[in-house]
């Protein structure tokens, strides 16, 4: 069974400063990665898909990497703004289709 | 666009109620799946719909029934409600496979059963 970890559960930052969200995988045989956006009491945002024949995906401020071999997804956000709170989840998709899913990394940026 | 809707947004239940939870897509999506988020738990798989008349069992699906009459909707009852389904409740649709494509998401609907 597919377990996704990510740590730590909650990070604080000041405006400007990179966010750095680690994802990590039991079973290196997946299909992609999403990562999410989760605002309170809201349902959730695909930011980026990552296929797995791909190293990383862009998107604006976005970056994310995948290393399958390492079991490991980082989300990087460059130069973050209180709007930008929120909680990021990330979620691998086997062969079955099916997604598994991390409990999510809350971040809060500090104006 | 209203993408994926759900209702409603809150209820509270008595133990050994019934009530069903509505969800509708207006993308036009083959895929529709019901997740239940938890503190401190990823989403956790309940049913999904691979397309009209079609359903199957995902990771928790004990307690739940689904069906898909239409391309749009995608309804979860809940048969007879205990302490346990207390919880946020997500609907999600996607073009084709759920996992091959982004994952549009409901709002939720939050659960308390009593």
């Known amino acids: 069974k597919q377990e996704v970890t990510q740590i730590p559960a909650a990070l604080s930052v000041p405006e400007g400063e990179n966010l750095v969200l680690n994802c990590s995988f039991t079973d290196s045989a997946i299909y992609n990665l999403q990562w999410f956006r989760q605002d309170p009491g809201k349902g959730l945002t695909s930011l980026l898909l990552?296929?797995?024949?791909?190293r990383e995906q862009t998107s604006g401020r976005l970056n994310a990497s995948l290393d399958k071999s390492s079991g490991r997804s980082t989300l990087y956000i460059a130069a973050s703004q209180p709007g930008d709170s929120a909680t990021y989840l990330c979620a691998v998709s086997g062969y079955d289709y099916k997604l598994s899913f991390g409990a999510g990394t809350t971040v809060t940026v500090r104006a | 666009n209203a993408g994926v809707t759900q209702t409603p947004k809150f209820q509270v239940l008595k133990t050994g109620q019934s009530m069903t939870l509505q969800c509708a897509q207006d993308?036009?999506?083959?895929?529709m799946s019901w997740y239940r988020q938890d503190p401190g738990m990823g989403l956790r798989l309940i049913h999904y719909?691979?397309?009209?008349?079609?359903?199957d069992q995902g990771e928790v699906p004990n307690g739940y029934n689904v069906s898909r009459s239409t391309t749009e909707d995608f309804p979860l009852r809940l048969l007879s409600a205990a302490p346990s389904q207390t919880s946020v409740y997500f609907c999600a649709s996607s073009y084709s496979n759920q996992g091959a494509e982004k994952l549009f998401f409901g709002s939720g609907t939050q659960l308390s059963v009593l």
């Open positions: 990552i296929q797995s024949s791909q």
């Open positions: 719909s691979v397309g009209a008349g079609i359903t």
């Open positions: 993308m036009n999506h083959e895929y």
